[in-house]
């Protein structure tokens, strides 16, 4: 199915899955502190980096948002990572991760 095509839960449910997917990838890639720092930050900008920023608020936000099908009218979490890994320097195993936050905009604009 289309995820433009989805109800509100199979839209939460597809959300879910691809946060899921950008934290395995994050940890496959050694972009996942086992232990982070506390971050608590307005936006990712003041992070200590755009890594812990995604672990420690993106997903947690994310994921609260899915949970209760209340999203922010857009994302641009992957125009985000497009500075960061592609803009200032390649960073070629950021790839996949840059294509799932990309993936993870569509879904929050779909519906």
């Excluded at 420690?56 to 960061?84: D, H, L, T, W």
Aim: contains cysteine.
């Amino acid at each position: 199915m289309d995820i433009f095509r989805r109800t509100q839960k199979e839209k939460d449910r597809f959300v879910l899955a691809v946060i899921d997917e950008i934290e395995t990838e994050m940890k496959n890639i050694g972009f996942w502190n086992k232990k982070p720092p506390q971050v608590k930050v307005g936006n990712f900008l003041e992070a200590p980096s755009f890594e812990l920023w995604l672990q420690c608020v993106f997903i947690p936000n994310a994921r609260k948002a899915a949970k209760s099908g209340k999203y922010p009218s857009g994302s641009q979490v992957g125009q985000m990572a497009m500075r960061e890994y592609n803009f200032h320097s390649y960073v070629e195993e950021a790839q996949k991760l840059l294509r799932l936050l990309h993936k993870f905009d569509k879904a929050v604009l779909s519906m």
